[in-house]
């Protein structure tokens, strides 16, 4: 008699665990052939014969469970059949878990805080492009784009416009793996992340925004908010943090922009705690300095980062984000009508070409973000650089006039100045 071996459908069922490693099966049945025709089984997006396994009905067998049970008592059942030990199978991966979250139960008030912040950005995008699709009277570019180890974005650009030389609305959503040598670095300011281990899975999520108008008395914006956690090897939260900002780069100073710019951001703020304006804008000028050059990049906003249980808990900063980015459009729109079809002179459009180039070196020498961007693996190059400007200049040794707006905007950027 021969030995036993293996069924063909208990094969089948390992096949099933592990979806992405295994090409479906074209089964055709009597009740799918009449349309099985018109399937494309070489696209997964349009031909799913494991579509009822991949969402199941309510009530019965739960994704978690097969994930933590069936898995392994199938595992022991191949073992006592064949009595060799198979390959052992890595565990899902958060993107892979956030990924089946999604598509059971979408994304609700109980969903991890990964999928909540993800949702909120992305519902902001849409409303701010809608809103600077109207102040300009042009249309943004979309271009999605995702990522091999989990995530991806959507890049909003609008070039040559009628109203912004350049501006992009970003979103962007990764998983990844922290090296140790990342994990030492963070837990500077996280203490709960373990020091131990070789890697970590990582989840970041954010949402930026640049804006640069082409009149140079309309002042270019920039935004971001972000939430960052990483997940120890079962996939639970270890450790979790918001940052972000939004400040305002203005190349001719009207006081009334400024004082609006940050009465806008500072009752925000205090919706949550009246310490959080001061602190963050303070936080602001220090950090958006060209420090080569002795002057701040504009006249700040806000700024913060690794703000985590420490601070507050993590509903209660979700909402100060949520209600810091719902601040930007009252903040910026009443400026931007309000100097978009000003006069200006060639002169003054020089000017606005080398405060760019300030904007640049800011960007590309000192700015966080940017570096760790261009170093993640993976990294999306042309996202990451939206930030600058289509246009800049570099002049040598350029001095303003005494008494004019340009000196007094270089005073203030020399000296910060409280505006409320």
Request: glycine letters at 6%; proline letters at 6%.
């Given at each position: ?6 069924s063909?459908?208990?094969?089948r069922?390992?096949e099933?665990?592990q979806?992405?490693?295994y ?14 025709r018109r399937?494309n089984f070489d696209?997964?997006?349009?031909y799913d014969?494991?579509?009822e396994?991949?969402n199941?009905k ?8 097969r994930?933590y049970?069936?898995v392994p008592l199938?595992?022991a059942?191949?073992y006592s059949i064949?009595?060799e030990?198979p390959?052992?199978l890595e565990g899902?991966t ?8 999604k598509r059971?139960?979408?994304v609700t008030?109980?969903s991890?805080?990964r999928?909540?912040m993800?949702?909120?950005i ?7 492009v ?7 009277g042009s249309?943004f570019?979309i271009?999605?784009?995702?990522r091999?180890?989990g ?5 909003c ?6 109203v ?5 609305v970003?979103?962007?959503v990764v998983?990844?793996?922290?090296p140790?040598a990342a994990?030492?670095k963070m837990r500077?300011n996280?203490k709960?992340?373990d020091p131990?281990v ?5 989840f970041?999520?954010?949402l930026s925004?640049v804006?640069?108008p082409?009149?140079p008395?309309?002042?270019t ?11 120890d090897?079962?996939g639970n939260?270890?450790a ?10 203005p190349c001719?100073l ?7 710019f940050?009465n806008s951001?500072?009752n925000a ?8 304006y ?5 936080w602001c000028d ?11 990049r ?5 700024f913060?980062?690794d ?7 993590q509903?209660q900063?979700f909402s100060?984000v949520q209600?810091c980015l719902?601040a930007f459009?009252?903040?910026?729109l009443?400026?931007i009508n ?5 006069l200006f002179?060639e002169?003054?459009k020089?000017?606005?070409?080398l405060?760019?180039g ?7 020498v ?14 999306r190059v042309e996202s990451i650089?939206m930030s600058?400007?289509l246009t800049?200049?570099w002049q040598y040794?350029?001095t303003?006039?005494v ?7 270089l005073?203030?950027l020399k000296?910060p100045?409280?505006?409320?």
């Amino acid at each position: 008699m021969p030995p036993l071996r293996p069924s063909s459908h208990l094969l089948r069922a390992l096949e099933l665990q592990q979806p992405h490693r295994y090409a479906p099966r074209r089964l055709l049945t009597t009740r799918s052939f009449a349309t099985t025709r018109r399937c494309n089984f070489d696209d997964p997006r349009k031909y799913d014969p494991l579509k009822e396994w991949r969402n199941p009905k309510p009530k019965k067998w739960a994704s978690r469970l097969r994930m933590y049970f069936f898995v392994p008592l199938t595992l022991a059942i191949m073992y006592s059949i064949t009595g060799e030990k198979p390959t052992q199978l890595e565990g899902p991966t958060i993107a892979e878990k956030d990924a089946l979250l999604k598509r059971e139960n979408g994304v609700t008030t109980s969903s991890p805080m990964r999928l909540r912040m993800e949702a909120f950005i992305k519902s902001q995008q849409k409303e701010i492009v809608a809103a600077l699709e109207e102040v300009d009277g042009s249309k943004f570019t979309i271009d999605s784009w995702d990522r091999p180890e989990g995530g991806g974005g959507i890049t909003c650009v609008l070039q040559d416009g009628n109203v912004f030389e350049k501006a992009g609305v970003n979103t962007s959503v990764v998983y990844g793996r922290l090296p140790r040598a990342a994990i030492a670095k963070m837990r500077v300011n996280h203490k709960a992340l373990d020091p131990s281990v070789e890697s970590i899975e990582f989840f970041a999520a954010g949402l930026s925004l640049v804006l640069h108008p082409k009149n140079p008395m309309a002042p270019t914006v920039h935004l971001n908010y972000r939430y960052f956690e990483t997940a120890d090897e079962f996939g639970n939260s270890s450790a979790w943090w918001y940052g972000g900002g939004c400040d305002l780069t203005p190349c001719y100073l009207f006081d009334e922009d400024a004082i609006h710019f940050h009465n806008s951001i500072k009752n925000a703020c205090d919706k949550h705690d009246k310490a959080y304006y001061p602190r963050f804008k303070k936080w602001c000028d220090e950090y958006f300095s060209n420090k080569h050059r002795g002057e701040s990049r504009g006249i700040g906003g806000i700024f913060f980062d690794d703000l985590d249980e420490t601070e507050k808990d993590q509903e209660q900063l979700f909402s100060f984000v949520q209600d810091c980015l719902g601040a930007f459009l009252p903040s910026y729109l009443p400026i931007i009508n309000r100097r978009k079809d000003m006069l200006f002179t060639e002169e003054q459009k020089q000017w606005q070409q080398l405060r760019r180039g300030r904007y640049v070196e800011f960007n590309l020498v000192h700015d966080r973000g940017t570096s760790f961007g261009l170093n993640t693996p993976g990294a999306r190059v042309e996202s990451i650089l939206m930030s600058l400007p289509l246009t800049a200049r570099w002049q040598y040794m350029h001095t303003p006039e005494v008494g004019s707006r340009e000196e007094r905007l270089l005073e203030v950027l020399k000296k910060p100045r409280e505006w409320v």
